[in-house]
């Protein structure tokens, strides 16, 4: 798989940005231990958290137009 560069690029910058929401969101607005309790399981919080990030990420990469 010949990987594209402009697509590389706008998912990248994706990664970066969404993650960065993601963070503020879970340690400043959710509160990390809210969430492990919620879920029951420290694994279970870490696994959706990478889920959702790496998935949106994958698709702005499958699906972004190159010229």
């Known amino acids: 798989m010949k990987l594209k560069k402009r697509k590389v690029k706008y998912a990248a910058i994706f990664f970066i940005c969404w993650f960065a929401l993601l963070t503020i969101l879970v340690d400043g607005v959710l509160k990390f231990q809210t969430l ?3 879920f029951g399981s420290y694994a279970w919080v870490e696994i ?5 990030v790496i998935l949106p990420t994958c ?4 699906f ?3 010229k």
């Open 59 to 62: 698709a702005v990469y499958r």
């Open 48 to 52: 959706v958290l990478l889920l959702l």
């Open 64 to 66: 972004t137009k190159e």
């Open 36 to 38: 492990v309790d919620y």
